[in-house]
């Protein structure tokens, strides 16, 4: 079965602090696809990033960096000086190659982001 | 921004009332998708269909209906609402191509049944 586990439900951060947002998988099979969205106050879904299970190099997008590994099992995202923008619930998610590809959420990290 | 709309945003029903919800997309995708929001559960497949008129349950399907007669729009109904039912419901579509299995969301509604 498949599961994804964000261990993390609430995390608060001053402005400007760096901020890790933890996500770890589970799923036997050996292609799949990790994804993040952000949800902000205003209720939509905003995708961050994809990756797939055969590309462990991390990635960065501006103040955006996402860590991939394997081996944990883990896809960990953090914000580099972080801003008030930032504050929203973070999900992470799971889709496999097989089957219907729906995603596996995760229960979601809600980041506040204190002026 | 994928072309998704969503219709109601917002609905209050009474428990016992047939409710049906609108997912209408623009981009011609084939994979259409409803899932739920609920707090300490993130989000939860209900349905998905893989082209017109196919379809198939998600995680939480109970108490739930889909149908599909065109590829732009995908109905979710509730043949007989329940208190359990209250929810942000979203819909999403993907088109799987190539390895990216990308999914884009509509805005939601929120749905309480009283």
């Known amino acids: 079965a498949q599961k994804v586990t964000q261990a993390q439900t609430e995390i608060s951060v001053v402005e400007k602090e760096d901020v890790t947002l933890d996500c770890v998988y589970e799923?036997?099979?050996?292609?799949?696809?990790l994804f993040w969205y952000k949800q902000p106050p205003s209720g939509e879904l905003v995708f961050l990033i994809r990756?797939?299970?055969?590309?462990?190099q991390n990635e960065i997008s501006g103040r955006y960096s996402w860590n991939f590994q394997k081996s944990t099992s883990s896809f960990n995202f953090t914000i580099t000086a972080s801003q008030v923008v930032d504050s929203a619930v973070y999900f992470c998610?799971?889709?496999?190659?097989?089957?219907?590809?729906?995603?596996?959420f995760g229960t979601g990290t809600r980041l506040t982001v204190i002026p | 921004d994928a072309g998704i709309t969503q219709s109601p945003r917002h609905k209050v029903t009474e428990t016992g009332t047939p409710v049906t919800l609108r997912c209408h997309q623009t981009?011609?995708?084939?994979?259409m998708y409803w899932y739920r929001q609920d707090p300490g559960h993130g989000l939860r497949l209900i349905h998905y269909?893989?082209?017109?008129?196919?379809?198939d349950k998600g995680e939480v399907s109970d108490g739930y209906s889909v149908s599909r007669s065109k590829t732009e729009d995908f109905l979710l109904t509730l043949e007989s609402a329940t208190s359990s039912q209250t929810s942000v419901y979203f819909c999403?579509?993907?088109?799987?191509?190539?390895?990216?299995?990308?999914?884009?969301f509509g805005p939601g509604t929120r749905l309480t049944v009283l």
């Open positions: 999403a579509i993907s088109d799987h191509s190539g390895t990216y299995n990308e999914q884009f």
């Open positions: 799923t036997r099979d050996t292609t799949y696809y």
């Open positions: 990756r797939n299970s055969f590309d462990e």
């Open positions: 998610a799971l889709s496999l190659e097989t089957g219907a590809n729906n995603l596996f």
């Open positions: 981009e011609n995708h084939r994979y």
């Open positions: 269909s893989y082209g017109v008129k196919d379809t």
